[in-house]
């Protein structure tokens, strides 16, 4: 069966530092490529970060580069999203999703993925 588990989420200040982990299971995680996605109230779901497992290549959103970094540990199965100097804007709910194959033309969009993790919560509030 495959899964995709997301985890870290929780309350941070503004300013401050997360980790989200996005942990694969039923498919080999370097075969893939996993985007992170988020939604907030009253807005669309938007790709946030992504990368190619076999390759190595990385995307992100205009509102995140410099602030935040997707790595994979093919070890654990495992994809990270550090994010960085969190903004208020920054709160959403956090997916991963697996797609094999993605395109650097579509990479941010969710209909692209096949694969989906249950979401997790991140909160950037003082």
């Known amino acids: 069966e495959v899964q995709l588990v997301e985890s870290g989420g929780g309350l941070v200040q503004p300013g401050g530092s997360q980790r989200l982990s996005c942990a694969a299971s039923g498919f080999p995680l370097d075969a893939y490529a996993i985007g992170w996605f988020r939604q907030a109230p009253g807005k669309e779901r938007e790709g946030v970060s992504c990368v190619s497992s076999r390759d190595g290549s990385t995307y992100y959103a205009d509102s995140v580069k410099g602030r935040f970094t997707i790595s994979t540990d093919n070890a654990k199965n495992t994809v990270y999203l550090q994010m960085n100097s969190l903004k208020p804007d920054d709160t959403a709910v956090y997916y991963c999703?697996?797609?094999?194959?993605?395109?650097?033309?579509?990479?941010?969009?969710?209909?692209?993925?096949?694969?989906w993790g249950q979401g997790t919560q991140v909160t950037v509030s003082s």
């Open positions: 999703a697996a797609v094999l194959g993605v395109h650097s033309s579509t990479w941010y969009r969710p209909l692209a993925y096949d694969y």
